[in-house]
């Protein structure tokens, strides 16, 4: 017996082209790794309301965020260690052409293995760029020439071109 997690679109973004569409694609990115720094997802589909849902591998942990709000400051070695392990995954997104675009503390998780040692897992492809031929990639889900990601996370070109990356550069970032 398996336990995952659910994660379902609900209220007024269920009806919205746009975001069903978002999820569709982190699904569809997510589900194309296999590695130990990324959440697995397995399954993609709508409800018999029509409510958008993923399932996914279920984490116990926290966010990166939450480690550093509780603690306050982490050395540079402890803060170092979780950002290279999670780059791991994001390194073989890299190599499939996806782009992760929203990289930051909130989108690490730190999920607690068997052991409860710390594994960090990067979540959330939702705004990723996805390279592959015959892909939509951002048609109809991004606004052309809008930039994607948290403003405080984005690379400096972003921001000065004004729009959205579309390579690794953002995630390295």
Same mark, same amino acid.
């Given at each position: 017996?398996?336990?995952?997690?659910?994660?379902?679109?609900?209220?007024?973004?269920?009806?919205?082209?746009?975001v069903?569409?978002?999820?569709?694609?982190?699904?569809?990115?997510?589900?194309?790794?296999?590695?130990?720094?990324?959440?697995? @997802?397995? /399954? *993609? &589909? %709508?409800?018999?309301?029509?409510? $958008?849902?993923?399932?996914? #591998?279920?984490?116990?942990?926290?966010?990166?965020?939450?480690?550093?709000?509780?603690?306050?400051?982490?050395?540079?070695?402890?803060?170092?260690?979780?950002?290279?392990?999670?780059?791991?995954g994001?390194?073989?997104?890299?190599?499939?052409?996806?782009?992760?675009?929203?990289?930051?503390?909130?989108?690490?998780?730190?999920?607690?293995d068997?052991?409860?040692?710390?594994?960090?897992? @990067?979540? /959330? *492809? &939702? %705004?990723?760029?996805?390279?592959? $031929?015959?892909?939509?990639? #951002?048609?109809?889900?991004?606004?052309?020439?809008?930039?994607?990601?948290?403003?405080?996370?984005?690379?400096?070109?972003?921001?000065?071109?004004?729009?959205?990356?579309?390579?690794?550069?953002?995630?390295?970032?």
């Open positions: 017996e398996s336990r995952v997690a659910v994660k379902v679109l609900r209220g007024m973004y269920a009806k919205d082209p746009r069903i569409e978002r999820m569709r694609r982190e699904a569809k990115a997510t589900a194309s790794l296999s590695h130990r720094n990324v959440v697995q @997802v397995f /399954d *993609f &589909g %709508v409800t018999a309301g029509g409510y $958008p849902f993923i399932v996914m #591998e279920l984490l116990r942990g926290e966010t990166f965020a939450s480690a550093i709000e509780a603690r306050k400051k982490l050395s540079t070695l402890e803060a170092a260690a979780v950002v290279l392990r999670a780059m791991r994001v390194a073989i997104a890299h190599t499939k052409g996806i782009y992760h675009r929203d990289l930051k503390p909130e989108n690490i998780f730190l999920a607690l068997e052991n409860d040692v710390p594994q960090p897992k @990067v979540l /959330d *492809f &939702g %705004v990723s760029f996805m390279e592959r $031929p015959g892909d939509d990639n #951002e048609t109809g889900v991004t606004k052309q020439g809008s930039m994607v990601g948290t403003p405080s996370y984005l690379p400096p070109e972003a921001i000065l071109k004004g729009r959205a990356t579309r390579d690794a550069l953002a995630d390295i970032w």
